[in-house]
């Protein structure tokens, strides 16, 4: 079998198998990192999203090969809870979190936004989100989440 090399959260990982498997089924079924979920399978929901290369991927349908040599950050690798990103600060402050199933997948949408506009506008915002589906309805107050830790990271 193969063996894929990359970089998860910082750190240097090597995977041996079927480069056919997902990039959800090995961090949650091999590595133990269960923040990404699988929520259809099919790219669409945004549950499973990592940033690869910083940009927010559906994890559930990216072979590992694909992630070969790349970066991988996992909502995991953003923050912890004694120094939280202050992304996830405002997340929590807006209370823009419900059952909390699609808020990793949010988190690195946002992440990823942040990390390439860092003042975006509530469009931008929105234009980032749309891909991730969130049965709650929380999505206003997670807009507001990311223009409160876009504004908070502006004048730090």
């Known amino acids: 079998m193969p063996t894929i090399q ?12 079927d480069p056919d498997l997902t990039l959800l089924d090995v961090l949650r079924g091999r590595l ?14 945004g549950a ?4 690869v290369g910083g940009h927010a ?5 990216m072979p590992m090969w694909s992630v070969a040599d790349k970066d991988v950050v ?13 992304l996830q600060r405002a997340f929590i ?8 199933y699609c808020v990793s997948g ?4 946002a992440a990823a936004l942040l990390k390439r506009s860092p003042s975006p506008t509530e469009a ?7 891909r991730n589906l969130c049965r709650c309805g929380s999505h206003n107050r997670m807009v507001r989440a990311v223009l409160r830790a876009a504004s908070e990271m502006a004048t730090s």
Request: charged share 10%; with cysteine.
């Open 57 to 61: 991927m559906a994890s559930c349908d």
């Open 106 to 109: 949010i988190l690195i949408s």
């Open 48 to 51: 499973c999203y990592v940033m």
């Open 93 to 100: 402050t807006e209370q823009a979190m419900q059952c909390g």
């Open 124 to 130: 931008e915002v929105k234009a980032a989100l749309d």
């Open 74 to 86: 996992t909502v995991e690798g953003l923050g912890t809870a004694g120094q939280p990103l202050p």
């Open 32 to 45: 133990g990192i269960t923040g990404a979920h699988f929520g259809c399978g099919a790219g669409e929901c």
């Open 6 to 17: 990359f970089q998860l959260n910082g750190t240097a990982t090597s995977v041996d198998g």
